[in-house]
């Protein structure tokens, strides 16, 4: 990619990230070169461009470049219902200055529902969780390896009962109490 157009440069790095991150959650990801390089990925949900430039002001200026070749591809498919799930994401590792100008263009960008939806983000470190918390809308949140439907509220009590001193027998009467709807003025 490494492209240099009037919009400013793409940035390689975040823009391989991103390519690797919507990968990895199951989107098929095509490059796609052109004015503003992209990243274009599309899974049973979604269809995601994502176009990362080297500066904030690159990215205002590539914005409706990259809107009009996405609108362009998306048109020229069927997409049924995903026409409505389609999103252009534009990252920056350049952090967004205190102007008024740039902070207007943003909101605007951000805000701009017409035809398909829009995030901007600055600031984005070049390594994956960074690009992943960007690509927060379409990437599956982690789980643990015990989720809470698997814990058992009552055997974590006990634990935690123990772990503060309390004798073993008393604590589990107690628990076992509770379980049978019994008063605790019965295990003491």
Do not use: C
């Amino acid at each position: 990619m490494n492209s240099e157009s009037p919009y400013g440069r793409s940035d390689d790095d975040l823009l391989r990230i991103a390519k690797t991150v919507l990968s990895e959650q199951g989107f098929q990801v095509e490059s796609v070169s052109g004015s503003v390089d992209l990243i274009l990925a599309e899974n049973s949900y979604f269809v995601v461009a994502v176009a990362a430039m080297n500066t904030t002001r690159d990215l205002i200026l590539a914005e409706p470049v990259a809107f009009e070749a996405l609108a362009e591809r998306i048109g020229s498919a069927a997409l049924g219902p995903k026409k409505w799930d389609t999103y252009l994401v534009l990252l920056t590792q350049e952090k967004s200055a205190e102007d008024d100008d740039v902070t207007r263009d943003l909101y605007s960008i951000n805000y701009d529902t017409s035809r398909l939806r829009r995030i901007a983000h600055t600031g984005v470190d070049p390594t994956p969780e960074a690009v992943g918390h960007a690509l927060a809308p379409f990437v599956a949140p982690a789980t643990s390896a015990t989720s809470a439907a698997q814990t058992d509220a009552l055997d974590s009590l006990l634990r935690v009962l123990i772990t503060r001193g309390v004798d073993g027998q008393l604590a589990q009467r107690a628990i076992t109490a509770f379980e049978q709807g019994a008063s605790l003025d019965d295990v003491l």
